[in-house]
């Protein structure tokens, strides 16, 4: 499968795989087809209730904790223009967030911050 860019993309494709055509899984699961439609064409953002997206993973048949259940947070926090929770409950993570902006931009970051960041990477 090719990677999903979007949070909404990534929610259908883990419904396809799941084998469920969008009105099934909507009527197994009781939500509403219209509503789940807008959410994957990316037309309603991702809920920001926690509850309400873990309903959703777990309807999705991802298991807590797994790389697929991270992601699917990490997706609908990056669609809702935030950072995920547990970045920033982290005060290194946070303090390290400057250093990986930058280096996405392509601008130069120091030996010094570099080698920072890789610690406390690896850290975790």
Request: hydrophobic share 35%; charged share 40%; net charge positive.
């Amino acid at each position: 499968m090719a990677i999903k860019t979007t949070f909404g993309e990534y929610f259908k494709a883990k419904r396809i795989e799941k084998g469920f055509t969008l009105r099934e899984f909507c009527k197994k699961y009781g939500l509403d087809p219209g509503n789940i439609s807008k959410l994957e064409r990316g037309l309603l953002p991702p809920p920001a209730s926690r509850e309400k997206l873990e309903e959703y993973a777990t309807f999705l048949g991802l298991k807590r904790g797994n790389d697929e259940w991270l992601e699917f947070f990490d997706r609908a926090a990056a669609s809702r223009g935030e950072l995920p929770k547990d970045f920033l409950d982290d005060d290194e993570v946070l303090k390290a967030l400057p250093i990986i902006f930058r280096t996405i931009r392509g601008k130069k970051v120091s030996r010094e911050m570099l080698n920072e960041l890789i610690d406390k990477i690896r850290r975790t």
